[in-house]
């Protein structure tokens, strides 16, 4: 099993963009696909997208095109999600997620948007 | 995009035998959905319990299994503890290798 480590809580004011970092133990990826999916307060799990570290394909939910990217640094073993044009509704928790089974899940980014 | 439909809450007694399900607005769910089931308790971090289909956990307690019923993915609890008691969400896999969480089912043990 991997683990993933995110940073702690971030504030962002409406209209701002907000980037989340998901480092693997030991700086290495594997080989498996990189998800990110957030949980807004009370509310259920939502898939955001994916990204192949070694390979860079990313997919996203049609909800989010044009405003989430991913990215990787296959150097430090960081995955990044960042999701430009913020609004109040996206004032949730940030989950990164991989691994056999998608076993491996990281603590969570909090972010709220306020202003 | 596709919805992916769980009862929102399902009660089961101690020791009982309870079955969520998780149903695709796309047509029958089918093991090329691959099915995840995740479950999480309040304050906590969700954790796989199944994948693609039946495929249980090393952590995954033997009461719980996975399957295919009709058209929809399945998640058995077979013999529920109170500490089953939590949300559990299934999750699909669609062409292009994008995945949709259904909306969750609130298990209480009662």
């Known amino acids: 099993q991997v683990q993933l480590v995110q940073p702690g809580a971030e504030v962002k004011r409406p209209g701002s963009s907000v980037k989340i970092s998901c480092k693997a133990s030991?700086?290495?990826?594997?080989?498996?696909?990189i998800h990110w999916v957030r949980q807004a307060p009370g509310q259920g799990l939502e898939w955001m997208g994916s990204?192949?570290?070694?390979?860079?394909?990313?997919k996203s939910a049609q909800k989010f095109q044009g405003r989430l990217t991913f990215t990787a640094d296959e150097s430090t073993g960081t995955a990044y999600m960042e999701l430009n044009s913020l609004t109040f509704e996206d004032s949730a928790v940030y989950f990164c997620?991989?691994?056999?089974?998608?076993?491996?899940w990281g603590q969570g980014t909090p972010v709220t948007v306020s202003s | 995009q596709a919805v992916v439909t769980q009862e929102p809450s399902l009660s089961v007694s101690p020791g009982g035998t309870v079955t969520l399900t998780c149903g695709s607005s796309?047509?029958?769910?089918?093991?090329?959905?691959?099915p995840y089931w995740f479950q999480q308790k309040p304050g906590q971090v969700p954790r796989a319990l199944i994948c693609?289909?039946?495929h249980r956990q090393s952590w995954t307690p033997a009461r719980f299994s996975g399957s295919l019923l009709g058209d929809k993915a399945a998640l058995t609890l077979s013999g529920a503890q109170p500490e089953d008691e939590a949300d559990y969400f299934c999750?699909?896999?669609?062409?292009?290798?994008?995945?949709?969480f259904g909306g969750g089912t609130k298990l209480t043990v009662l």
């Open positions: 030991g700086g290495i990826f594997t080989n498996y696909p």
């Open positions: 997620l991989s691994g056999s089974c998608l076993a491996d």
């Open positions: 999750l699909l896999s669609y062409p292009g290798s994008r995945y949709v």
């Open positions: 693609e289909t039946t």
């Open positions: 990204i192949v570290p070694r390979f860079g394909p990313s």
């Open positions: 796309t047509g029958p769910v089918t093991s090329g959905h691959y």
